[in-house]
DNA sequence: CCGATTGTGGATGTCAATATCCGTTTTAGC
DNA sequence: GCTAAAACGGATATTGACATCCACAATCGG
């Protein structure tokens, strides 16, 4: 249903969160969120054409949130990457009936917009503050301490 | 966001709906509906597989709603063409935490959830019973009444 | 200025969704 | 049984999403 791209990119943006406001590579990224590095950093770039995270380059760069993860909502993300598309004219050529939407449409239209609104209900903070262990991805290693970590790549 | 699959399920089945319980051609369904004909044959072929329709071939065969169009939603065709990908499990390969989502996908899930339960909620007889004017698809000729009709292809 | 680091952009490869075509099978009517 | 109608199934483009690789540009520390 959702887009390789899309899972990727919140991947990115969550863990972005979770260090925020600090940068990290792309490199990083790949490896904590587990998305194919190379493919990331594609993914990454149009994250930062659409202005959800700014990067630097060279040594000591890297990628951060442009905003802090209050600011920042599920939604905004999805549709940086890939809008959400709404249902706003007949998908059949027919402009017969105007901007009125048919029985049909104006329903697929409505789950749209019942999607859209769940996306747009969450912020990166609310995300990373769930009550039910604060397992930021899926697990990314359960980061207990900011430790200096070495190794894995 | 909905792939092109099923607008053209939803399409034919609704069209399908309003001419319930005959039985309609690809051919005409194609033509009424604006979707490609070879390709719609396709679709359609799934739809008889799922049993959301029966076909019959020959002379005076075609294609017709399993049940009537009260028992059947929306969801029923989208899930018969391409199932409403739920999130059970984290999509990161980690099973070190068992069945629990984390707080991004457990709220991705939630949006998938919305969407499912927008579509679950409306059949084929109430889309076909819309108050705002009874078009059936976007247009789909406006069919006043079942008059003999031919030509057009 | 030099070299290491890191994002950027372009070229390319792979695969599934979309779409078309055509021969085969089933069915109804004669 | 013969023929026309119609769905079925397989083979084959075409296109965009997903993914990889590499040369280049920017940036920092010395």
């Known amino acids: 249903m959702l887009s390789q791209t ?3 990119a919140l991947r990115a943006v969550v863990y972005l969160a979770s260090e925020s406001p600090a940068a990290r590579t ?3 990224i790949a490896a904590k969120t587990l998305v194919p590095k190379a493919y990331l950093s594609k993914v990454v770039q149009g994250l930062v054409r659409s202005g959800i995270v700014r ?3 060279g040594v000591g760069g890297g990628v951060m949130l442009s905003e802090s993860p209050e600011h920042v909502t599920i939604l905004d993300v999805v549709n ?4 959400i598309q709404r249902i706003h004219t007949c998908p059949l050529g027919l402009v017969s009936h105007g901007a009125r939407l048919c029985p049909l449409h104006k329903r697929l239209d409505a789950a749209m917009a019942a999607m859209e609104q769940a996306f747009a209900a ?8 769930d009550p039910s262990k604060s397992v930021p991805l899926c697990d990314v290693k359960a980061r ?6 070495r190794a894995s790549r």
Not at 80 to 83: D, K, L, R, S, T
Not at 144 to 149: F, G, Q, T, V
């Open 6 to 8: 899309v899972e990727y």
């Open 26 to 28: 792309t490199d990083e």
């Open 55 to 57: 990067s630097r380059r």
């Open 80 to 83: 940086a990457v890939e809008p």
């Open 122 to 129: 969450t912020t990166l903070a609310e995300v990373l503050a």
């Open 144 to 149: 207990p301490k900011p430790k200096k970590k």
